[in-house]
């Protein structure tokens, strides 16, 4: 009876020191935020709605690429086709910087985390510490791949392996390598807001780095909404084969 | 998230996601044109809704086809499912075509029970600016 509040003491006495050793090697741990939650596109007060395909000042393309984008710009407006109208996701960075409007969520964990943006169903998952794909293994696509890391409350994401793309704002050939710094601030009203600050450096397709800002609001207690985009062509598809098969007494005859 | 989403989106589904999908471009979405008919078909859908109304006016009766926001725009912008149905009257705002055939892209409507959804038009905006100017 007499050891017992001695040794409830030790083991106190242990487990603080033990707490104090893991806050001490893992501080960076402690101070990352939380971006965990659902996010629409932040305007400033007094700002008009940012976007419109295209906008924005003009890039320092290559002359490659000036060539590349010209051609897909001339075959595409005469129609006004773009990617999102045939169910393609917009890709990397134009997933990052907006994704056509549409709100996004972010789930969170020490060693994973996962963006959703609406439009599309377009997913990103950005690896962090031993998560991490090592190169040899990661597979191209138009959202690339993405590995991150923490500078106090600022979250560093790497983008590479994208595929090319002429077919959005900011395009890029497949060595396009992004760098996204994530960090929250404070908007007018008090409001959650994060702050994503892109910067692609691609030599084949840009004669200098280009960078842009793009700002979320959190929405409290936002849901994002499914997105299934092929019914209507798959409708249509139907709605041919039907035609099909209601011709085949005629065609029969 | 509605109170705090929907001023965003709606201001948003007038230019951002407009532009964010296919063929943008055959519509004036500098104009707004109202037309009232009778639902025949109605598919809330993504990338675009797509609506046939069967509308009896000095032309004569027809169907017309019109295409209009992604389901998920529509529903920021107060749409719930089951507001249309086949057989309703309803009022749908529209982007006419370039060319003035008839059909158009759907930014708002205006259901059989009264209640309205979707983004004001950038005329109905510049509208109601010319409007507040007026008044000052």
Redesign the interface.
Known sequence: MEHRPRAASSVLAAASLLASVLLAATPALAQQPDFTGVWTTYNEPGQAPAGGRGGGPPLPLTDVAKQKVGAYRALVEPTGDTPGGYCLGTGMPGSMLGSGGYPMEIHQRPEQIMIVYEAHNEVRRVYLGNRIVPDADRLPGRNGHSSGRWEGNTLIVETTHLVEQVDQRYAHSDKARIVERYHLEKGAKGEDVLVAEMTMADPAFYTAPVTAVKKWARVPNGHLLPYECAEETWMKHLEELEKKAGEKPSTRR | ?KS??LP??L???????L????????FDFTKSTAITGVVKKF?A????M?LVLHVKDTKGERDIEFEGH????M?RAGYRDNMIKVGDTITVYVAPLRDGSEGGYVTAALTASGTRFGARSRAELEQERLKAEGNK
Do not use: C, F, G
Not at chain 2, 11 to 17: E, G, I, P, R
Not at chain 2, 19 to 26: G, N, T, V
């Open positions: 998230m705090i989403a965003v989106v201001a948003l589904v007038a230019s951002v996601t532009a964010a999908h296919h063929s943008a471009i055959q598919i859908i993504n990338p675009h797509r992604s389901t998920n725009n529903y």
